[in-house]
């Protein structure tokens, strides 16, 4: 090997360059989150040639003064922190120092800014070998307009990793889109080929950010979405939560924020799909808009490149205080605080839904219970009224009725219609028709009925002291040494969770006792899952999952089935149940459960006043 030398500036910074800079998106990321620290109120971007030939990012910021400029394209220089503390409490977007210096590198790089109103300003620019910065004088308003022309000039082998040029510029267009998500206090607009792309104002209002929230994700996201703003122990999490039935087949409207910086974390994902995992429709993904306001001081944001990643202090906090957020946002969404949960499109004639003799159960299978879980479950139905005023299991399709008892038809606390109105009809022994104050209200009966019943499960299961089954053999589970001394730190949760485990060698457990609910289950895998999940988020749900399979099963078999005859008072007793449980907007597969045709949309599809 050849004597070990310093690399010279151009080429340190070239290497630097290919962590931060993939491809014009990079560049303007940095340049845009340089421009939102010096406190830009309106940001101005424009690029050519998907961002390789042109980029140019105008701000009306603090500006640059003279003296400060070569500095400004000097690696490892920066005005945003001094010292370890200043390090340790990050609350602005860039801070290392090293993004000017690194795109100067790998493209021809002009800074022009002024500090003052005066008109007069300054221009920086660094050309040859060693990157020597000339300074001269220009005319600038108060701001900074950086020009970066020809990226990747000198090094042609990034340039073949780069993708056509609508795709590169689609890129940029999604930063852009980002950052103004996480800034509505600024103005953004785009220019692609000197062709606007994107104008947005800045937004101070509720309204205002809304529709900004609108402009870049879509109308039908805020007409799906709840907003929310939830406090605690100095956290703070506000945004908007998409509803479980605005579900998407990718996760392609997701933005998280932490401390205004868009975020891809393993622990708040996890929490967010934990909150949804009992609504949501398998195999779709949640939308969401999402902003995590914490103490700069105990979130790290020095752990990647690009500073797409953080580290908590505490990552169990936050996990915990996110997921219990927003589990409890979407138990509360009701008939009465949401809008209908499957819209239905009027423009076109609404096609007619397939009849259906019976419901299937969940895709992929059902877990089948034994007849210890079926113990249990009688056990857990017996002192807790679990049975609902239309009857559970054992009814046979076309069996007759239950009679119950009229309700009234106004609601007695408001004197006023109920959100789900009161029952018209049944439709093919699938449906239930019924009208509200705004129009014509569908109802899925079994779907619905299937929610109630499982909730009510929950509840009952969860107020009573779990049922334990001791094994006849204990089960062995051979796991490694860290799992083992997870296990054997936890024992004390697995006892409130009806486990008894105990550490039976270095890498070895031995299962005593486990719930009488779950003694069908797949003891060595659960308990693995586990241990897992503990040392990877510090809790588990895993238990709870299995618990609710089993559970939304029984609540399947014991919900009314199709072509079961309801009398209008057991339609209405289902209609006012469902206003009053918690998710009933879907049922535990997540489908919907009601739908809405307002008198608006009927006159629509009806062509009346025209």
């Not at 267009?173 to 996480?182: G, H, I, N, P, Q």
């Not at 690009?306 to 409890?328: P, Y």
């Not at 009809?425 to 705004?438: D, E, R, S, T, W």
């Not at 001791?470 to 589970?477: A, I, R, S």
């Given at each position: ?17 290919g ?128 020009e ?12 073949k ?6 795709t590169?510029a ?106 949804f ?24 944001v ?126 093919h ?14 109802v ?17 299961y ?104 309801l ?39 009806f062509?009346?006043?025209?």
């Amino acid at each position: 090997m050849s004597r070990i030398q310093v690399l010279n500036p151009r080429l340190a910074n070239q290497i630097a360059a290919g962590e931060v800079v993939e491809r014009p998106a990079s560049v303007v990321k940095e340049l845009l989150e340089n421009s939102l620290d010096a406190g830009a109120t309106r940001i101005d971007v424009a690029i050519e040639e998907g961002g390789v030939r042109l980029v140019r990012i105008r701000d009306n910021g603090l500006g640059i003064g003279k003296d400060d400029l070569p500095l400004a394209l000097a690696r490892h220089a920066t005005s945003k922190i001094v010292d370890l503390d200043d390090l340790e409490a990050i609350a602005t977007l860039g801070f290392r120092g090293e993004a000017l210096a690194s795109i100067a590198s790998v493209s021809r790089l002009a800074l022009t800014s002024s500090s003052d109103e005066s008109g007069a300003g300054w221009q920086v620019t660094a050309e040859g070998r060693d990157m020597t910065a000339s300074v001269n004088a220009a005319a600038h308003a108060r701001g900074t307009t950086v020009e970066v022309r020809d990226l990747f000039f000198n090094t042609p082998a990034r340039r073949k990793f780069l993708r056509t040029e609508k795709t590169e510029a689609g890129h940029v267009e999604d930063v852009v889109r980002k950052l103004a998500l996480s800034h509505f206090n600024t103005g953004f607009s785009l220019t692609v080929n000197e062709r606007p792309v994107l104008t947005l104002k800045p937004a101070a209002s509720p309204q205002e950010m809304q529709r900004r929230v609108a402009q870049i994700c879509g109308t039908p996201f805020v007409e799906n979405a709840v907003a929310i703003d939830v406090e605690h122990a100095g956290i703070r999490l506000w945004g908007w939560l998409g509803l479980p039935t605005f579900s998407r087949a990718q996760p392609d409207l997701q933005f998280f924020f932490v401390n205004g910086r868009m975020v891809r974390d393993r622990v708040l994902n996890h929490a967010v799909r934990q909150a949804f995992e009992d609504v949501l429709f398998h195999g779709r993904h949640p939308a969401y808009v999402l902003y995590l306001e914490i103490d700069p001081a105990i979130v790290d944001v020095n752990v990647h490149p690009t500073k797409h990643e953080v580290r908590f202090r505490d990552s169990r906090l936050v996990h915990d205080f996110l997921f219990r957020t927003l589990h409890r946002v979407i138990a509360d969404l009701r008939p009465d605080t949401q809008q209908s949960p499957a819209r239905v499109e009027t423009t076109a004639p609404v096609s007619a839904a397939p009849l259906q003799s019976v419901f299937p159960l969940p895709e992929g299978g059902a877990p089948v219970a034994t007849s210890a879980q079926m113990a249990a479950y009688a056990q857990l139905i017996a002192p807790s009224g679990v049975g609902l005023r239309i009857g559970l299991a054992g009814v046979g399709e076309g069996a007759p009725p239950a009679v119950l008892p009229s309700l009234p038809q106004t609601d007695t606390a408001h004197g006023a219609t109920p959100p789900l109105g009161y029952a018209l009809a049944q439709l093919h022994g699938v449906y239930i028709l019924a009208q509200n104050a705004q129009g014509l209200v569908l109802v899925d009966m079994h779907a619905a009925h299937e929610r109630i019943t499982y909730e009510r499960l929950k509840c009952a299961y969860d107020a009573q002291a779990v049922a334990m089954q001791p094994l006849l053999v204990p089960v062995g589970v051979a796991v490694g040494e860290r799992e083992a001394d997870a296990a054997e730190e936890n024992v004390a949760l697995f006892a409130r969770l009806g486990f008894v485990v105990e550490r039976a060698g270095p890498e070895s457990l031995l299962v005593r006792e486990v719930p009488a609910l779950l003694a069908g289950a797949d003891v060595p895998q659960l308990v693995r899952d586990v241990l897992a999940d503990l040392r990877q988020h510090g809790s588990s749900t895993r238990l709870a999952q299995t618990r609710d399979e089993l559970l939304a099963t029984m609540a399947c078999h014991g919900s009314v089935r199709a072509n079961r005859l309801l009398t209008v008072p057991e339609m209405n007793a289902l209609l006012r149940d469902m206003e009053e449980t918690e998710r009933s907007g879907q049922c535990n597969h997540g489908r919907p459960t009601w739908t809405q045709l307002s008198m608006q949309d009927l006159d629509r599809l009806f062509l009346r006043g025209r």
